[in-house]
């Protein structure tokens, strides 16, 4: 068959092409039939132009009509006609092409469309198993259409932009040694060695660091990452960083770099300028005041620390919470180890003092999913006849009834608001319960704007965490990370107070990248294997390739990895990831549309020496 090659798109025509005899080449969007006139949305990735086909007025051509008759949506077709102005009162402003339309002359079928398992919209309403099992028609809606292309433009733009810089992209393989280190990796068996495999990288960290040992200085990469976790979330078994390393670099030349990208980027594609620096919180801060260490900035509400009202109001559990927590803080002190003790913390909910119990109680059993035994609650009401005219009402109210006006100050409470409050031995869950409380009052109350970008750096982080499950340290990032060199002399001694050189990006709560110093001297990388409980031999066997690399010169380095997938769905005001791939898994990590994974033969099993159980 011949094509009809198309000489204009359906997206640019304007009034001054008028008079023009083109060809497009499309997909019928949607059809009307209107008194021996048709009109034909035809669409293609660059928009939709109407096409008329009017029998009579083209002298009544029947071979033109019985094409057109059997035009079913989304068939693919060629039209050949001529492009007219629309009348005064068709104009459609939403569409870039609303002020014209073309005449058709001739139509050619393409190739046909069977009955559609759901409509072409702008935004898809199918269910998600339907959408991915069918995803090249999901894909030809607009809004999947805009945000793949959003994805390229994104990715030529960080080419862009670390280019100039000097970075040099390099790939790394895929096919690598398995280290598993908190993700499980998904494993390729080798035909050639039987019994042995290779890994799929679930980051190409070590790669990049012993790039900077062979001299590379500025490396990036737009990586594919593997991890084989369990479905829960928005994971995706494969995911893409922008991955980044540089040597003979301090944390904050790190943070600048990526500034610059992002400001890059976001200029370019969104045409939204960001500061030329983003807040920096410590870890610390983060996580008192928002209770996350992924605070979303595009609302305030800070949580204030309440303790200093406890001893004064009478009210048991609250006093119960710090005097628990000081105990566990000196018993940990006593094993020279240190802990944060208890916590009471409060959240002022503006002008929310009008909420139901039943709101309150939702709010609590929010809490509770993290760990909060209970949730505290009084309003904050004017009263003439109270101290300092305001008074507070309600729940444990009566038990700080005559320090109003001192915590209405102190928390910058006024009439009308909703006071919370979360107390528990461990401060950690106080902080984090209450922050869970006040992300979701974020999104309750309207608060997250999908077209505002609050960047923020988290730095300071600690650098091991306690798994009290396998009773042992883990590092809080990864092992690679440097910790900041105050505290070398007490690794070993009190790993919980050891904050690492390590930050993270985050952007409207969500995690968008975190990176490190990194460890660049051989001895201390062996320290830290076996503070998390790598024995040497281990180590050597796992990592022996990257401490001698250490050995021969390894230059001071560190780097970042943003994830692309991430950064491009909040670019997009989408909430799930799999909104911005072209070809995702389901939250059950399978491909309804190719049936993956799936059954190989026998014979394959044979050549990689493999038995299924
Ligand atoms: N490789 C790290 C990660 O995937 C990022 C980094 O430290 O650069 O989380």
Not at 150 to 159: D, G, I
Not at 207 to 222: P, T
Request: some cysteine; hydrophobic content about 40%; aromatic content about 10%.
């Amino acid at each position: 068959m011949e094509i009809m090659k198309r000489t204009a798109d359906c997206g640019s025509l304007k009034k001054n092409d008028t008079g023009r005899k083109i060809i497009l080449n499309g997909w019928v969007h949607r059809k009307r039939d209107h008194g021996g006139v048709s009109f034909i949305n035809l669409r293609d990735r660059y928009g939709i132009t109407q096409v008329i086909v009017d029998s009579e007025s083209d002298g009544g051509q029947a071979e033109l009509a019985t094409v057109c008759a059997e035009l079913r949506n989304e068939f693919c077709v060629a039209v050949e006609g001529t492009v007219r102005e629309r009348p005064a009162d068709m104009i459609n402003p939403s569409m870039s092409t609303g002020e014209i339309e073309v005449l058709a002359s001739k139509i050619v079928i393409l190739n046909r469309c069977e009955t559609l398992p759901f409509q072409i919209d702008e935004e898809s309403s199918a269910s998600e198993d339907l959408r991915l099992k069918y995803r090249y028609l999901d894909l030809r809606s607009g809004a999947m259409q805009n945000r793949i292309r959003l994805r390229s433009e994104v990715t030529f733009a960080v080419r862009e932009w670390m280019t100039a810089g000097g970075f040099f992209e390099i790939e790394t393989p895929t096919f690598i040694k398995s280290t598993p280190e908190g993700a499980r990796d998904y494993l390729v068996p080798s035909r050639l060695y039987p019994g042995k495999f290779y890994a799929l990288p679930q980051s190409p960290q070590l790669y990049k660091q012993i790039l900077m040992a062979a001299g590379f200085d500025k490396y990036f990469q737009i990586a594919r990452c593997y991890r084989d976790e369990d479905a829960r979330g928005d994971r995706q078994p494969e995911f893409t960083q922008i991955d980044i390393e540089m040597s003979f670099v301090s944390r904050d030349d790190v943070l600048s770099m990526t500034e610059g990208l992002f400001g890059h980027v976001f200029k370019k594609t969104l045409g939204v300028d960001l500061p030329a620096q983003f807040l920096r919180l410590t870890y610390e801060e983060a996580i008192e005041n928002y209770g996350t260490d992924k605070p979303d900035l595009r609302f305030d509400m800070r949580m204030r620390d309440f303790a200093p009202f406890v001893e004064a109001g009478g009210f048991q559990a609250f006093k119960d919470a710090l005097t628990q927590g000081e105990a566990r803080r000196q018993e940990a002190a006593e094993k020279g180890v240190t802990s944060a003790g208890g916590g009471v913390k409060a959240l002022v909910v503006k002008g929310k003092a009008d909420y139901s119990r039943k709101q309150i109680e939702e709010l609590e059993a929010h809490a509770k999913i993290y760990k909060a035994k209970g949730m505290a609650w009084m309003k904050v009401a004017a009263n003439t006849a109270a101290p300092g005219g305001i008074a507070l009402e309600g729940g444990v109210s009566k038990f700080f009834a005559e320090d109003a006006p001192r915590i209405t100050r102190e928390l910058e409470a006024e009439a009308g608001d909703l006071i919370l409050i979360v107390a528990d031995a461990s401060r950690k869950i106080a902080n984090t319960a209450l922050g869970a409380v006040r992300s979701k009052l974020g999104r309750d109350l309207g608060l997250c704007d999908a077209k505002r970008f609050e960047f923020a750096w988290i730095i300071d982080f600690p650098m091991f965490e306690f798994n009290e499950e396998e009773n042992r340290w883990e590092a809080a990032h990864h092992m690679f990370t440097m910790p900041q060199e105050k505290y070398h002399p007490a690794l070993e001694s009190d790993p919980g107070a050891v904050k690492g050189d390590l930050y993270d990006l985050v952007l409207n709560g969500y995690e968008l990248a975190s990176g490190s110093i990194r460890i660049h001297d051989p001895e201390l990388q062996k320290r830290i294997f076996k503070i998390v409980g790598i024995a040497p031999a281990e180590a050597e066997k796992k990592y022996g390739f990257l401490t001698e690399a250490f050995k021969y010169g390894a230059p001071p380095h560190g780097g970042i990895a943003p994830g692309l997938d991430r950064l491009i769905m909040i670019m997009a005001g989408q909430t799930s990831i799999k909104e911005v791939i072209a070809f995702p898994k389901n939250s059950f990590a399978a491909s309804p549309m190719d049936d993956c994974p799936s059954d190989v033969d026998q014979k394959q099993l044979d050549e990689l020496h493999l038995v299924v159980k």
